[in-house]
């Protein structure tokens, strides 16, 4: 228990995101999934200086070479390096991650949180249309989408947000609604608090956990869907590259040029590891029911 | 030799924080026939005990430490796992604290009911299906479930609790096991369905000559029904003795707490009930919910058309059992739910015509303490926070005194002043009820509504808060309606006493004279059913 | 439960009349018609054109023949593949489609609830980690990286799987299928682990343990049927799931499925065959979220009878 100088009487108290976080240190695959994510952030964000060589720098005399001192590894039947295009396709998928959850994010919250918090028959008609859009198929109407007004960045954010915010809005309304059957929040009704500082001080502090977990969740899911959709020619479009795409023209000439395969489904895949464990890993630190052992 | 006997039986929990001590070194010894109770509160190592002699603890954390434990001379501890299972369901039964969640909800209640006839073939030769289900229905209508040909194939959640308690008995019962152990079979029902289960456990166990073991945290239940008593603290026996021994020649000063701390008898404070000064005044009013739980949308008339006068000064105690509409009345009183007609008065004005707005200097003069110490504070909140908030939202300190004033609130409700900087479940329950009427108290209101503010406590602890309640009251002038489904607890406590049932008020009077003279059926029922700590008065009243 | 079924298909009425009208609308909205795409084609061999599939007419008509048609099953001719209708194309689809959906599905379910069931027996231990590891991986390697590895293991290097092709050579249907399998497989393992252990925590699994029921009693009889919920509640996403799996894996191991002709459609603008096709995937999403539905009422006793009682 360590003290305060100057009010050596008073005990520090552990709140439960410090607890969290020291649940998280302790979880090495978890960690390393967080190291490795702000790795690749960061690595996305200084691309346009770092990378090696240039986007469309071509080198048809050389063409696709394996691994090499030269382009680490490897380089396309155009001679262009893998290790940038690898890099500025990653700054594509992992920005389509982050919008598009955040899209899904802000939807999701807002509908969950109002219907969990009005309750009743608003409740029942909101969760309601939710259900029937679950039962949509949305990765047809994505392609359909992508298909007849073309196939922008853009429209890919809303399109995958607005099928991913369904779960989120189900989990923030569970949450909030047993958030306002709690006694904490009836106390702090009966004092009289306004509804606002009451959603503010006393339902959001305590929704964040879930939240947070399912949002780390939604961007390998949201990157998986971009990824699918730019396999199948649907998604980004050329000039612009993301690992889906890059998987693609990996797979035409695979029995050649393995690399060309390998090394994009390798970015892809570490990456939804990276979120996927730290997703877990974040769970079990923020669950209440494993808070207390 | 006795039928089980235990000896220096060690317990540890291995956990990420080091060995905790669980069970230590305890010894103890049950015969046919006989009814050993173990008595503690939480954390006594009670269950504990029970479950590590059936092997049913999850381990890891836990390790059988050290100790024997032999039934019928065979070693329990050391046994391969087919053995135990054996033994299990067999030769020593168990029934849970839990009858709603004890029973499988997906398989009917006949056919959890033959699986251990049908399982445990060695000592009832292999049973037919058919045979195990008249021997079934044979023990139902011997637990008392009418129309058990029928109930066979019903689901658990087709009974009620305490029918679902009987089933459970049922189950331990029907291989004829020579030992049983029931683990607190009577806390979570309502306290006439408690007499009848403990009526039906000793008539069971007289018919049979089977060893009981009964853990209990409540020396009151356990008094007409123990020939023995072990009283457990932190793992250690503290005392062991027949129970005339434990409750007539008390040694152990824990006991004696625990003895005391039972609420028992009149109030022992002065009445101080204004006449003449009515605080409020409620009349006709209802309160329905609409269900959306089920397919269709249900009403639940919680609250029936129900009128209370609260005088100044007087604690009204207001009892009922589970479903009653006990809390839902109490919050209708401080308008946290719609209520659909009636008026509450409070002081002259009508609560129920105001707008929540409107409504915020009145909410200053009334608050609410809550049965649960684990939900009502938020957890992400610091004590200073939870008792500074309604301070400064009602204007009652400002910035430069807002210190001193929750250190004041801290003071009052008893707790050290160094702890304010710390969160909710880093306190125990005890000492987060101590908080919660700190918020309660802090708006200095002239009413108060306690919502089964000791149920969640344990015994000792319990004592403690009432004391401090009674305390505040006195010292803060304040007007409390006080909600418990325990009846001693409030007739220590209330001035006045209203019962509720279904939703009506059926009768109400004062205290004492309730309590000698109750006029309706229901209430003499209520009132009988309450377990007395004394076991020649319960022994003499289960004659009776 | 029959009545409950009636009712709700009376209740996907509206959504799929939802459904057919957005396609609808999506499809007429874009730039460009149908026949403006690659090559300039003759004015008056458009006008004909038009004329032969009702452009010409205005969009309300269109609307309300094309709704008409589909009322009667009829989902209207193909624009790329003249003389061809577009149900001719989806039955000639749908077997093979069937019936590597229903492989992948048996791949999925088996698998994924052996693993997940094993894994949360002893959870934290070996037993636990190796299954759930396979499981994160697969998760991890989507159907479009995972199929064409496969095949540059399995069919290029050891030469041991035919890599691609459907019934024409034995065993051509192994890749197709664990492909399309693998990354259900790994979620359900994940979702019966969460809810085994969920179960194995209740107070009814310790009360089947108090009784001497043999362990395989306890996890068979009285745990598997509340653990196994999610995984019933996820057979309806994952059939949707598996439908737009197969558009990948048909492409990779070229199967002349359902998958393949909506990608191809696609691709070719061929427009009455993506709104017949979405019509037809959206009822068979709808009827199958139906079924998994009834699926987890029927194996809830207390839902069964709440739908019983109200039925009746």
């Given at each position: 228990?360590?003290?305060?100088?100057g009010?050596?009487?008073?005990?520090k108290g552990?709140?439960?995101?410090?607890?969290a976080?020291?649940k998280?240190?302790?979880n090495h695959?978890a960690?390393a999934?967080?190291?490795l994510?702000i790795?690749?952030?960061?690595v996305?964000?200084?691309t346009p200086?770092?990378?090696?060589?240039g986007y469309?720098?071509q080198?048809l005399?050389?063409g696709?070479t394996p691994?090499?001192?030269?382009?680490w590894?490897?380089?396309?039947?155009f001679?262009?390096?893998?290790?940038t295009r690898i890099?500025?396709?990653?700054r594509v998928s992992?920005?389509v991650?982050?919008i598009?959850?955040a899209v899904?994010?802000?939807?999701g919250?807002?509908?969950?949180?109002?219907?969990?918090?009005?309750?009743g028959?608003?409740?029942?008609?909101m969760?309601?249309?939710v259900d029937i859009l679950?039962?949509?198929?949305?990765?047809?109407?994505?392609?359909?989408l992508?298909?007849?007004?073309?196939?922008s960045?853009l429209l890919l954010f809303f399109a995958?947000?607005a099928?991913e915010?369904?779960?989120?809005?189900r989990?923030v309304?569970g949450q909030?609604?047993s958030?306002?059957?709690?006694e904490?929040?009836?106390a702090?009704?009966?004092l009289?608090?306004p509804?606002?500082t009451?959603?503010r001080?006393?339902?959001?502090?305590?929704t964040l956990g879930?939240?947070i977990?399912y949002?780390t969740?939604?961007?390998?899911s949201v990157?998986?869907l971009?990824?699918?959709?730019?396999?199948?020619g649907?998604?980004?479009?050329?000039?612009q590259?993301?690992?889906g795409?890059?998987i693609n023209?990996?797979v035409?000439?695979?029995?050649?040029?393995?690399w060309l395969l390998i090394f994009?489904?390798?970015?892809?895949?570490?990456?939804?590891?990276?979120?996927?464990?730290?997703?877990?890993?974040?769970?079990?630190?923020?669950?209440p029911?494993?808070?207390k052992? | 030799?006795?039928?089980l006997?235990?000896?220096n039986l060690?317990?540890?929990?291995?956990?990420r924080d080091g060995?905790?001590?669980?069970?230590?070194d305890?010894?103890f010894?049950?015969d046919a026939?006989?009814t050993?109770?173990?008595?503690?509160?939480?954390g006594s190592g009670k269950?504990?005990?029970c479950?590590?002699?059936l092997d049913l603890?999850?381990k890891p954390?836990?390790?059988?430490?050290g100790?024997?434990?032999?039934?019928d001379g065979?070693?329990l501890l050391?046994?391969s796992?087919?053995r135990m299972?054996q033994?299990?369901?067999?030769?020593i039964a168990?029934?849970?604290?839990d009858?709603?969640t004890s029973l499988?909800?997906?398989?009917t209640?006949?056919?959890?009911l033959?699986?251990?006839?049908i399982?445990?073939p060695i000592?009832?030769k292999?049973q037919?299906?058919?045979?195990?289900?008249l021997?079934?229905v044979?023990?139902l209508?011997?637990?008392?479930?009418v129309?058990?040909e029928?109930?066979f194939?019903?689901?658990?959640h087709?009974f009620?609790?305490?029918?679902r308690q009987?089933?459970m008995?049922?189950?331990a019962?029907?291989?004829?096991p020579?030992?049983l152990i029931c683990?607190?079979p009577?806390?979570?029902?309502?306290?006439?369905i408690?007499?009848?289960i403990l009526g039906?456990?000793?008539?069971?166990q007289?018919?049979?000559?089977?060893?009981?073991i009964?853990?209990?945290?409540?020396?009151?239940?356990v008094a007409g029904?123990?020939?023995?008593?072990m009283v457990?603290c932190?793992?250690i026996?503290m005392?062991?003795?027949?129970?005339?021994?434990?409750?007539?020649?008390?040694q152990s000063d824990y006991t004696?707490?625990?003895l005391?701390?039972?609420p028992q008898g009149a109030k022992?404070?002065?009445?101080r009930i204004?006449?003449?000064?009515?605080?409020?005044q409620?009349s006709?009013?209802?309160?329905?919910?609409?269900?959306?739980?089920?397919?269709k949308?249900r009403?639940?008339?919680a609250v029936?058309?129900?009128?209370l006068d609260?005088?100044?000064?007087?604690i009204?105690?207001?009892v009922?059992?589970?479903?009653?509409g006990?809390s839902?009345?109490?919050?209708?009183?401080?308008q946290?739910?719609?209520?659909?007609t009636?008026?509450v008065n409070f002081?002259?004005t009508d609560l129920?015509?105001?707008s929540s707005r409107?409504?915020?200097?009145?909410?200053r003069r009334?608050?609410m303490?809550?049965?649960?110490?684990y939900?009502?504070l938020?957890p992400?909140?610091?004590?200073y926070?939870t008792?500074?908030e309604?301070l400064l939202?009602?204007g009652?300190?400002?910035?430069?005194n807002i210190?001193?004033q929750?250190?004041q609130?801290?003071d009052d409700?008893?707790l050290?002043r160094?702890f304010?900087?710390?969160y909710p479940?880093e306190?125990?329950?005890?000492q987060?009820q101590r908080?919660?009427?700190?918020?309660?108290?802090?708006?200095?209101?002239e009413?108060?509504?306690?919502?089964?503010?000791v149920?969640?406590?344990?015994?000792t602890?319990q004592?403690q808060?009432l004391?401090?309640i009674i305390?505040?009251?006195?010292?803060?002038?304040l007007?409390?309606l006080f909600?418990?489904h325990d009846?001693?607890?409030?007739?220590?406590?209330?001035?006045?006493?209203m019962?509720?049932y279904?939703?009506?008020?059926?009768?109400?009077?004062?205290?004492?004279?309730?309590?000698?003279?109750?006029q309706?059926?229901?209430?003499?029922?209520l009132?009988g059913?309450i377990?007395?700590?004394?076991?020649?008065?319960?022994?003499?009243?289960?004659?009776? | 439960m029959?009545?409950f079924?009636?009712?709700?298909?009376?209740?996907?009425?509206p959504v799929?009349?939802v459904?057919?009208?957005m396609?609808f609308?999506?499809?007429?909205?874009a730039?460009?018609?149908?026949?403006s795409a690659d090559?300039?084609?003759p004015?008056?061999?458009?006008?004909?054109?038009e004329?032969?599939?009702?452009l010409?007419?205005?969009l309300?008509?269109?609307?309300?023949?094309?709704?008409?048609d589909?009322l009667?099953g009829?989902?209207?001719p193909s624009f790329k593949?003249?003389?061809?209708s577009?149900n001719?194309?989806?039955?000639?689809g749908l077997?093979?489609?069937?019936?590597?959906g229903?492989?992948?599905?048996?791949?999925?379910v088996?698998i994924?609830?052996?693993a997940?069931v094993t894994?949360s027996?002893?959870p934290?231990t070996?037993?636990?980690?190796?299954?759930?590891?396979?499981?994160?991986?697969g998760?991890c390697?989507?159907?479009?990286l995972?199929?064409?590895l496969l095949v540059?293991?399995?069919?290029?290097?050891?030469?041991?799987l035919?890599v691609?092709?459907?019934?024409q050579?034995?065993g051509?249907?192994?890749?197709?299928?664990i492909?399309l399998?693998?990354?259900?497989?790994?979620?359900?393992?994940?979702?019966?682990?969460?809810?085994?252990?969920?179960?194995?925590?209740?107070?009814?699994?310790?009360?089947?343990?108090a009784?001497g029921?043999?362990?395989f009693v306890?996890i068979?009889?009285?745990?598997l049927?509340?653990?196994?919920v999610p995984?019933v509640?996820?057979?309806?996403?994952?059939?949707?799931?598996?439908l737009?799996g197969?558009f990948?894996v048909?492409?990779?191991?070229?199967?002349p499925?359902?998958?393949?002709?909506?990608v191809q459609a696609?691709?070719?603008?061929?427009?009455t065959?993506i709104?017949?096709?979405?019509?037809f995937f959206?009822?068979l999403?709808i009827l199958?979220?139906l079924l998994?539905?009834?699926l987890?009422?029927?194996l809830?006793?207390k839902?069964?009878?709440q739908v019983?009682g109200?039925?009746e």
């Amino acid at each position: 228990m360590s003290t305060e100088a100057g009010t050596p009487s008073i005990e520090k108290g552990s709140s439960l995101w410090r607890d969290a976080w020291i649940k998280l240190c302790k979880n090495h695959v978890a960690l390393a999934g967080l190291g490795l994510l702000i790795f690749l952030c960061v690595v996305s964000l200084l691309t346009p200086w770092i990378a090696p060589y240039g986007y469309e720098q071509q080198d048809l005399l050389l063409g696709a070479t394996p691994p090499s001192m030269q382009h680490w590894l490897g380089t396309d039947v155009f001679g262009r390096d893998m290790l940038t295009r690898i890099m500025w396709g990653g700054r594509v998928s992992l920005t389509v991650g982050f919008i598009a959850t955040a899209v899904a994010l802000a939807i999701g919250v807002v509908w969950g949180a109002v219907a969990g918090y009005i309750g009743g028959r608003v409740d029942m008609v909101m969760m309601r249309l939710v259900d029937i859009l679950y039962a949509l198929p949305f990765m047809i109407f994505i392609i359909l989408l992508m298909v007849v007004f073309g196939r922008s960045m853009l429209l890919l954010f809303f399109a995958i947000g607005a099928v991913e915010w369904l779960t989120m809005a189900r989990i923030v309304r569970g949450q909030v609604m047993s958030l306002r059957k709690q006694e904490f929040v009836e106390a702090a009704h009966s004092l009289g608090l306004p509804q606002w500082t009451i959603i503010r001080r006393h339902i959001i502090p305590n929704t964040l956990g879930p939240v947070i977990v399912y949002t780390t969740l939604t961007i390998p899911s949201v990157m998986l869907l971009e990824a699918f959709l730019s396999f199948l020619g649907l998604g980004i479009q050329p000039p612009q590259s993301s690992w889906g795409l890059l998987i693609n023209y990996g797979v035409e000439t695979m029995e050649e040029y393995p690399w060309l395969l390998i090394f994009p489904g390798i970015a892809l895949s570490l990456t939804l590891f990276a979120l996927n464990f730290l997703g877990d890993g974040l769970r079990d630190a923020l669950d209440p029911r494993t808070a207390k052992d | 030799m006795a039928l089980l006997e235990v000896n220096n039986l060690s317990v540890h929990f291995d956990t990420r924080d080091g060995v905790v001590v669980a069970v230590d070194d305890v010894s103890f010894s049950v015969d046919a026939g006989e009814t050993l109770a173990i008595v503690g509160e939480s954390g006594s190592g009670k269950s504990v005990t029970c479950y590590s002699l059936l092997d049913l603890l999850p381990k890891p954390p836990a390790r059988i430490h050290g100790g024997t434990a032999r039934f019928d001379g065979s070693d329990l501890l050391n046994c391969s796992a087919e053995r135990m299972r054996q033994f299990r369901g067999n030769d020593i039964a168990m029934i849970f604290q839990d009858p709603m969640t004890s029973l499988n909800p997906n398989l009917t209640v006949g056919e959890q009911l033959i699986e251990p006839l049908i399982h445990h073939p060695i000592k009832t030769k292999r049973q037919t299906r058919a045979s195990a289900k008249l021997r079934a229905v044979e023990l139902l209508g011997e637990v008392g479930i009418v129309d058990p040909e029928r109930r066979f194939a019903s689901y658990p959640h087709e009974f009620s609790g305490g029918m679902r308690q009987r089933v459970m008995i049922a189950m331990a019962l029907i291989n004829e096991p020579r030992l049983l152990i029931c683990d607190e079979p009577t806390t979570a029902l309502d306290v006439t369905i408690q007499a009848q289960i403990l009526g039906l456990i000793k008539q069971l166990q007289r018919s049979r000559d089977v060893a009981v073991i009964f853990i209990s945290h409540d020396l009151g239940v356990v008094a007409g029904i123990a020939d023995k008593i072990m009283v457990m603290c932190n793992g250690i026996a503290m005392e062991s003795g027949t129970a005339e021994d434990i409750f007539y020649r008390t040694q152990s000063d824990y006991t004696r707490r625990l003895l005391d701390a039972i609420p028992q008898g009149a109030k022992k404070t002065d009445c101080r009930i204004q006449p003449d000064a009515r605080l409020i005044q409620a009349s006709h009013i209802s309160t329905w919910f609409n269900d959306y739980s089920g397919h269709k949308v249900r009403t639940v008339k919680a609250v029936d058309d129900i009128s209370l006068d609260i005088q100044r000064g007087e604690i009204l105690g207001l009892v009922g059992e589970s479903g009653s509409g006990k809390s839902t009345l109490g919050r209708s009183l401080l308008q946290l739910v719609p209520t659909q007609t009636g008026t509450v008065n409070f002081d002259g004005t009508d609560l129920a015509s105001l707008s929540s707005r409107q409504l915020v200097p009145w909410r200053r003069r009334m608050q609410m303490i809550f049965q649960d110490p684990y939900a009502s504070l938020n957890p992400r909140m610091t004590v200073y926070q939870t008792l500074a908030e309604p301070l400064l939202f009602h204007g009652i300190a400002n910035r430069s005194n807002i210190d001193a004033q929750v250190q004041q609130l801290m003071d009052d409700v008893g707790l050290a002043r160094a702890f304010i900087r710390k969160y909710p479940h880093e306190f125990s329950g005890g000492q987060r009820q101590r908080i919660a009427i700190g918020r309660a108290i802090a708006t200095k209101p002239e009413f108060i509504i306690a919502d089964e503010p000791v149920s969640a406590l344990d015994v000792t602890i319990q004592a403690q808060i009432l004391d401090l309640i009674i305390d505040l009251v006195e010292r803060h002038n304040l007007t409390m309606l006080f909600i418990s489904h325990d009846l001693s607890v409030v007739r220590s406590i209330a001035d006045r006493v209203m019962v509720m049932y279904h939703g009506t008020i059926i009768e109400q009077g004062a205290t004492e004279s309730l309590w000698r003279a109750p006029q309706q059926d229901y209430t003499k029922n209520l009132l009988g059913a309450i377990p007395i700590a004394d076991p020649k008065s319960e022994r003499s009243r289960a004659e009776r | 439960m029959l009545k409950f079924a009636l009712g709700r298909l009376l209740q996907a009425i509206p959504v799929l009349l939802v459904v057919i009208s957005m396609t609808f609308m999506l499809v007429h909205s874009a730039p460009g018609g149908p026949f403006s795409a690659d090559k300039a084609v003759p004015a008056e061999v458009l006008a004909a054109l038009e004329a032969q599939y009702n452009l010409d007419q205005p969009l309300w008509r269109q609307y309300v023949s094309y709704l008409g048609d589909v009322l009667k099953g009829d989902l209207g001719p193909s624009f790329k593949y003249p003389g061809r209708s577009v149900n001719e194309l989806i039955a000639s689809g749908l077997p093979t489609t069937a019936e590597l959906g229903l492989y992948a599905m048996l791949v999925a379910v088996f698998i994924g609830v052996l693993a997940g069931v094993t894994a949360s027996m002893r959870p934290n231990t070996l037993q636990d980690y190796v299954p759930m590891s396979a499981a994160m991986i697969g998760i991890c390697m989507p159907s479009f990286l995972l199929g064409p590895l496969l095949v540059l293991i399995f069919g290029i290097h050891l030469e041991w799987l035919p890599v691609s092709g459907w019934g024409q050579i034995p065993g051509d249907k192994i890749l197709p299928a664990i492909t399309l399998g693998t990354g259900y497989a790994a979620y359900i393992a994940r979702l019966s682990r969460g809810g085994m252990l969920e179960v194995l925590s209740q107070d009814y699994i310790r009360t089947a343990r108090a009784k001497g029921l043999p362990e395989f009693v306890i996890i068979g009889k009285h745990a598997l049927r509340g653990g196994l919920v999610p995984v019933v509640a996820f057979l309806g996403p994952a059939f949707a799931g598996l439908l737009g799996g197969s558009f990948v894996v048909e492409t990779i191991f070229q199967i002349p499925g359902l998958g393949r002709f909506y990608v191809q459609a696609a691709f070719n603008r061929d427009y009455t065959m993506i709104l017949g096709s979405t019509v037809f995937f959206a009822t068979l999403i709808i009827l199958f979220n139906l079924l998994s539905d009834m699926l987890a009422i029927w194996l809830n006793p207390k839902l069964r009878q709440q739908v019983r009682g109200d039925a009746e």
